[in-house]
C-alpha cells in the first residue's frame, strides 16, 4: 500500500503543481490588466468550471470523454516507443495521416453501408500512421536520424499535405482559399452513443481496448520484455540476441497506428471534416500524459482524464471577457510546469535510488524514460 501511494504522488505532484502555477498566473493577469473582473472573480470562474466538470451533467461529460479518447489512444502508442527508447515526437504527423487516409476512404465512399465503410475508415486510419511512423522509424534505424529531428520534420510535412488537400482535391466549393475540406459523407460518421450523449461508443471500446492490450503485452510477453531491453541498453539486447531494429519499428508502427485512430475519431466523429489544426495539438499533450506515467501504462487513462478537466476549465475564462487565447497560454503553462516538475521528481526519485543501486551511465545515456517505472 505505501509503494502505491508513493507512486500515485510521483504521478500527481507534477499536476497539482502546474494548478498552483496557473492559479498564481491569474491573479498576476487580473493585477496588471484593465479586467473588468477582480481577482476572485477570475479564480472563481477558473477553479468552478474546473470542478463543474466532475457533477454528472450529460453534456459536460461527453465534453470530457469525447476529448479523453483521442488523448488514451494517442498516449498508449506513446507508452510503447518510450518502453522502446524512442522519443516518438513525430505523434501529430501520425494522428494527422491516419486522418487523412480514413478521410481519403470516406470521400472514396466505396460502400453506402456505415458497417462496412467505418471499418474501412478505421483501418486505413491504422495504416496511414503506421506508416508515417515507420517513416521516422526507418530514418532512425536505417540512416540514423534522431528520432526527434524526423519527427518534427514529418509533422511539418504532414500539416503541409493537410493544406495542399483541403486547398484542392477536397475544398467545398470553387474558391481558392479554403480553410476546411468537404463534410464527411454521413456513413462514414461515428455514430453516437445517444442524441444527449455525444460520445462514439466503438471508440470508446476501441480505447478501453488499447489499454487493456498495451498493458498486458508490455507487462506479460516476450514482445514487451524485448522492448524493455531495447530501451534500457539497446547494444546490450542486440548482443543477447535481442531484435533490436525489429523491436523499434514494431514499437513505432503500433504507436502510430493508435495515433492514426485518434486522428480519425477527430474527422469522423469530433469535427465532421478535414481542416488545417484537426488533430488539436492532442499528440503533444499525450508526450506530457506519458512523461508523467513513465511506463505505467495502467496510469494513461487516469492522468488523461485530469489533462482534458483541467484544459477544458481554461476554456470557460472567455465567459468573464478574457481573451480565448489565455486557453493556449494555460495549455503553454501547464506544458512548462509539467516538464519542470517532471524533471525535479526524476532528479528525486535518482537521488532517493542511489544509495541502493548504481547504474552504468551507458544504461542512462541510453533511454530516455523515467527510471524505475517497471
Given at each position: ?142 540512416f540514423g536520424v534522431n ?22 482535391a477536397w475544398k467545398p ?38 489499454v487493456v492490450l498495451v ?160
Amino acid at each position: 500500500m505505501t509503494k502505491v501511494l508513493r507512486q500515485t504522488a510521483w504521478v500527481l505532484l507534477p499536476i497539482v503543481a502546474a494548478l498552483l502555477v496557473i492559479t498564481l498566473m491569474l491573479i498576476l493577469l487580473q493585477a496588471f490588466t484593465d479586467l473588468e473582473a477582480g481577482p476572485a472573480e477570475v479564480l472563481e470562474a477558473f477553479w468552478k468550471s474546473l470542478s463543474s466538470q466532475s457533477t454528472l451533467s450529460t453534456r459536460k461529460i461527453a465534453n470530457v470523454v469525447e476529448f479523453w479518447i483521442p488523448l488514451v489512444l494517442v498516449s498508449m502508442g506513446l507508452v510503447v516507443t518510450f518502453r522502446a527508447g524512442l522519443w516518438n515526437i513525430g505523434i501529430e504527423g501520425q494522428m494527422v495521416m491516419g486522418g487523412l487516409f480514413a478521410s481519403g476512404v470516406a470521400f472514396a465512399q466505396p460502400s453506402d453501408n456505415p458497417l462496412i465503410l467505418i471499418p474501412l475508415c478505421l483501418i486505413a486510419a491504422m495504416v496511414g500512421g503506421a506508416f508515417w511512423a515507420l517513416v521516422a522509424g526507418i530514418l532512425k534505424t536505417s540512416f540514423g536520424v534522431n528520432e526527434i529531428f524526423g519527427g518534427v520534420a514529418l509533422n511539418a510535412l504532414a500539416n503541409q499535405i493537410t493544406l495542399q488537400l483541403i486547398a484542392g482535391a477536397w475544398k467545398p466549393g470553387a474558391s481558392d482559399k479554403a480553410q476546411y475540406s468537404r463534410d464527411i459523407p454521413e456513413a462514414a460518421m461515428l455514430p453516437p452513443i445517444a442524441r444527449d450523449f455525444d460520445v462514439s461508443l466503438l471508440a470508446l471500446l476501441i480505447a478501453i481496448a488499447a489499454v487493456v492490450l498495451v498493458v498486458l503485452a508490455l507487462n506479460g510477453t516476450r514482445w514487451g520484455l524485448n522492448l524493455k531491453a531495447t530501451g534500457r541498453n539497446g547494444r546490450s539486447a542486440l548482443l543477447l540476441g535481442v531484435p533490436v531494429t525489429a523491436s523499434a519499428l514494431g514499437a513505432m508502427a503500433i504507436c502510430g497506428a493508435l495515433a492514426g485512430i485518434g486522428g480519425a475519431h477527430r474527422i469522423i466523429f469530433t469535427e465532421g471534416l478535414v481542416t488545417g489544426q484537426f488533430s488539436g495539438g492532442i499528440g503533444f499533450i499525450g508526450l506530457l500524459v506519458v512523461l508523467l506515467v513513465g511506463m505505467r501504462g495502467g496510469w494513461v487513462p487516469l492522468v488523461a482524464l485530469l489533462f482534458t478537466i483541467i484544459l477544458n476549465a481554461g476554456t470557460q475564462l472567455q465567459f468573464i471577457q478574457l481573451d480565448s487565447s489565455l486557453t493556449g497560454v494555460l495549455q503553454g503553462v501547464l506544458v512548462l510546469v509539467v516538464m519542470l516538475s517532471t524533471g525535479i521528481r526524476d532528479r528525486l526519485q535518482q537521488n532517493m535510488r542511489k544509495p541502493k543501486e548504481t547504474q552504468p551511465a551507458a544504461s542512462t545515456a541510453a533511454s530516455p524514460l523515467i527510471e524505475g517505472a517497471d
